[in-house]
């Protein structure tokens, strides 16, 4: 009789899947009247702070607050100011009601993740508008019994939720080829843990999600910063991290929540290096580069946040994030086309308008498992290339060794953006040698060499028979001659082939030895084909591409001139059998090798 009671306890604390029954679920506890609030994102430091130092913004935005709108567009960031810092009564009244229909709507949408196994991007927004609003509710004075004691129990039911082994674990079939998505199931078990720090369970799912969040930041970038995933994908990993370490550096359940770790760094300042100068189709802002599966003018506010965050810390790291804040247009976001759970509705007040901005220094850069970036300066009239390469090739296309050029400060050679595809067939759709030869395994192009010089960059790569290698010859006046040359050679396996230069362009103008690429803004660029002999060049003219026919094994040369539309085009001529090239400008005579 007694095994008998002692089995139907052990049945009743499970359900399919391992998960707690409602009833085992600590949802009342002691303390949790003791927490001071918020604490979240912001304490009440912070908010007393901000009222002191942006009273004419918050007014400004308190006055948009209408409570007929509710979290549609803007209305949670109203809503947060109007109820925390202007304190009005019926915007802390809206708020209430709608933390705890939120919240039950979390719970819903998490339990259905649960069920049919979809990623936590499922329940993104709810969780983020749940967890952001239960922290201003829990601060409120006219919040009832009944109700606080509503939103402490939901809270801590999607903590259980979040915390299933069977909701996103580490290790899992499922967890293994979607970075983003282990970070946000961890990020939630971080911010759900700081917001109800006083739980039986909090610090146990700190730590694991702390534990998790280490382990990311240690491996999910190269050594030089660059991450696991393309830019968009990447931000909504590195707006999770913000998020998680914010809240765990405000929880006190942690002594080092890695708000302020040098990975946290590393990686924003690979966001900041490949960021596009300002860019006239994106209302002269600069942008995240539409490498992978990026969007097409997608910019964030993850600059001007870890610039608050740092100016303190660093106060020269924070001025150049500032910089970056203010050359993207003081984007409000972390990116465009998804749900960013993490600081949603405190952003506006995570920046610092009054901070200095202060134009950085940054230099070319080998992100060894990420791709390399070749630059003469920093700044509007930039010349630049990336190209694609290495194993942090999740949520890419087949497009590793692909190359994109910006000449003068305009986009002259650009890759494919995640809504609009050129090809389906994706090698054929990007600027890189095409199949059979680039295939392995990875489908990646391993960086072989990477050199940097005050006058002259190099960088080299293989995909198996194909190499890829690049020589800049710069200038710190970015008005001087600033051009590439890109060699390209394929084995005996690897030909025939199709190399392709996917360009933006007005038009494209055949001349002698090559194209020249007439801009659609102020700045041309002329294509010189080096190696006319085995790998003559037969170049195919349309609207956004040239492509040349590759017969047999060897080598494929050409000179990237970009210019103003107002200069005259250089004076090439191949030497060494195509194995150089000699350019003349009206700077000088540059002699140029690669072979």
């Known amino acids: 009789m007694r095994k008998r009671c002692l089995g139907a306890l052990l049945l009743s604390l499970l359900l399919i899947g391992g998960r707690l029954l409602s009833e085992e679920m600590i949802l009342s506890w002691k303390g949790s009247d003791k927490v001071s609030r918020p604490r979240l994102y912001l304490t009440a430091e912070d908010v007393e702070r901000i009222k002191k130092t942006r009273a004419a913004f918050l007014k400004e935005s308190a006055a948009k607050f209408n409570h007929h709108v509710g979290l549609e567009g803007n209305g949670m960031d109203r809503m947060v100011v109007a109820a ?313 296309f087949n497009d590793s060794g692909s190359i994109v050029i910006w000449g003068k400060g305009r986009e002259l050679c650009h890759d494919d953006d995640y809504q609009k595809r050129r090809n389906k067939d994706s090698r054929a759709a990007h600027s890189m040698i095409d199949k059979p030869a680039t295939y392995n395994e990875e489908r990646v192009m391993a960086l072989k060499e990477f050199k940097s010089t005050s006058d002259f960059d190099y960088t080299s790569g293989v995909r198996r028979g194909w190499k890829r290698q690049v020589g800049f010859v710069k200038d710190k006046d970015p008005m001087a001659p600033n051009y590439f040359m890109v060699t390209d050679t394929v084995d005996k396996k690897s030909a025939p082939t199709i190399w392709r230069l996917f360009l933006l362009a007005k038009e494209i103008v055949s001349h002698k030895g090559g194209v020249t690429v007439i801009g659609k803004d102020d700045v041309d660029m002329d294509v010189f084909f080096l190696r006319p002999g085995k790998v003559a060049p037969k170049i195919k003219l349309d609207k956004e591409h040239i492509s040349v026919a590759i017969h047999e094994a060897g080598s494929l040369s050409a000179i990237l001139y970009p210019r103003l539309k107002t200069e005259k085009p250089p004076k090439v001529t191949s030497i060494a059998d195509g194995k150089g090239a000699k350019v003349v400008t009206s700077a000088g005579t540059d002699y140029v090798f690669l072979d």
């Open 84 to 396: 925390l810092f202007a304190e009005n009564p019926a915007a802390q009244k809206s708020l209430v009601v709608e933390t705890i229909s939120t919240l039950k709507m979390a719970v819903s949408g998490i339990e259905a993740t649960l069920k049919w196994g979809h990623g936590p991007h499922k329940a993104a927004r709810r969780f983020g508008e749940a967890v952001g609003l239960a922290d201003v509710a829990l601060s409120l004075k006219i919040l009832t019994p009944e109700d606080r004691k509503t939103i402490l129990g939901l809270i801590a039911r999607i903590g259980y939720l979040t915390n299933d082994p069977n909701y996103w674990e580490v290790g899992s079939k499922k967890a293994g080829y979607l970075p983003n998505m282990t970070s946000s199931a961890y990020g939630y078990r971080a911010t759900i843990a700081a917001l109800i720090p006083s739980h039986p369970m909090a610090r146990k799912w700190m730590d694991t999600a702390m534990k998790e969040i280490r382990r990311e930041l240690d491996e999910w970038m190269d050594s030089a910063g660059g991450m696991v995933e393309c830019p968009h994908y990447s931000m909504v990993i590195f707006d999770q991290w913000l998020g998680a370490c914010l809240a765990a550096h405000n929880s006190g359940l942690v002594e080092d929540g890695f708000l302020y770790d040098e990975q946290l760094r590393k990686a924003i300042l690979w966001f900041a290096n490949i960021s596009t100068p300002r860019d006239p189709r994106n209302m002269d802002f600069g942008r995240l580069p539409t490498f992978g599966h990026t969007y097409a003018h997608e910019r964030t506010c993850a600059f001007g946040i870890m610039a608050h965050l740092w100016k303190d810390k660093d106060p020269k790291f924070a001025s150049q994030m500032q910089w970056m804040h203010l050359q993207q247009g003081s984007f409000m976001s972390p990116g465009i086309l998804s749900y960013y759970p993490a600081l949603k509705g405190y952003r506006p007040y995570l920046v610092d308008p009054d901070l200095k901005p202060k134009k950085p220094e940054w230099k070319s850069t080998c992100y060894p498992e990420t791709g390399v970036l070749l630059r003469n300066t920093v700044g509007d009239r930039e010349t630049s290339l990336y190209m694609i390469a290495g194993r942090n090739h999740s949520h890419y």
